[in-house]
């Protein structure tokens, strides 16, 4: 069957960004669609099946936009086009993910929603009081929801802004760790710190967090208290106990928003212990006020790499869940002879 040819054109001044350094993310397409790429005088010829070529056009068209936007086009964003089901690049752009910005690092990188489950997730935070951020490493759950919560305490939406995580011990108690309380309990707290540095800079965390207006603590110094006006991130989610979960749950009180991020696959709790991420999504789950937004392994952000292993254990998990499953309907005949 003969090629089809599909011709397109691309402003100067974005072709090497659309393109990529030495033309990564044109070969990356063509690898993966079995397409060809060829420049001609400002004019780009696309070779292939007719299908293909229509699904490189319109990856193409996606990156122009992100180029026009004003942002480097990175190997995630490629790839997380060339992932979509169906390749329904039209319907779920990534010019359409990214949506307003929410904020600006120290550095004046702006912090976008970079994909559609990305940009679900930070909607619900604006519109819902409790939000549930649920998926794997690498999909933005904390620090989007970091950067919600700097936006609304410099918007003055909220009066303060607390940060807490459950202190699993991994191994080693507390209490045999050198140093005081705060010294034995940073390291659990460590990634927060990294967030808060930056997107808000050290001396404006250091100034606030001696104000009081920002806090960094673990889980179990929530007990006893309510907490009004304020932004909640409780992190790490899934290593909440059910009443560990519901103590949190009902600290929050009236101008208070709360985000609570989590992946079901890392848990440390000790073997047999029921997370109370996973019991509170499923009680919680139709009350009108309270989002769950799931992430997938089409939402990392981090190196593709990342993106590669989180896939790859999503289907050893699956694989191992269905011979688990088979085992199971196995077993019930023999038995019921056995009866």
Do not use: W
Not at 192 to 201: E, F, T, V
Not at 276 to 296: Q, W
């Amino acid at each position: 069957m003969d090629d089809s040819i599909i011709t397109l054109s691309i402003p100067q001044e974005h072709i090497i960004n659309v393109f990529g350094q030495f033309d990564s993310n044109v070969k990356k397409i063509e690898k993966k669609l079995s397409v060809s790429f060829i420049d001609r005088d400002g004019e780009i010829r696309i070779t292939g099946d007719n299908d293909n070529i229509h699904i490189a056009q319109g990856i193409i068209n996606e990156l122009v936009s992100i180029s026009k936007g004003g942002s480097v086009i990175t190997q995630q964003e490629v790839n997380y086009l060339l992932s979509l089901p169906t390749n329904d690049v039209k319907n779920h752009s990534t010019s359409e993910a990214r949506g307003s910005i929410i904020c600006h690092t120290t550095s004046g990188k702006p912090v976008t929603p970079k994909t559609i489950g990305q940009r679900k997730y930070v909607e619900a935070i604006q519109d819902k009081m409790i939000v549930f951020g649920v998926g794997p490493a690498g999909t933005g759950k904390t620090y989007l929801a970091m950067a919600m919560a700097i936006t609304a305490f410099k918007n003055e939406e909220v009066s303060r802004i607390i940060l807490t995580r459950p202190a699993i011990e991994a191994g080693e108690k507390l209490g045999f760790l050198p140093g005081d309380l705060q010294s034995k309990v940073d390291p659990y707290l460590r990634p927060l710190y990294d967030a808060l540095y930056q997107i808000m800079g050290a001396e404006a965390f250091q100034r606030n967090m001696e104000k009081g207006l920002i806090e960094v603590a673990p889980l179990a110094y929530m007990r006893g208290r309510t907490l009004d006006n304020s932004f909640i991130i409780l992190d790490e989610a899934q290593n909440t106990t059910p009443a560990q979960m519901k103590m949190f749950l009902t600290r929050i009180g009236f101008g208070s928003k709360a985000v609570i991020t989590g992946d079901a696959t890392q848990k440390d709790l000790p073997s047999g212990q029921a997370s109370g991420l996973d019991e509170a999504m499923k009680v919680l789950k139709n009350i009108d006020d309270i989002a769950i937004c799931n992430l997938t392994g089409q939402d990392v952000v981090r190196h593709p790499l990342v993106q590669q292993i989180v896939s790859a254990y999503e289907l050893f998990e699956k694989q191992q869940k269905k011979k688990q499953d088979n085992k199971s309907k196995s077993r019930r005949p023999n038995d019921a002879k056995n009866k």
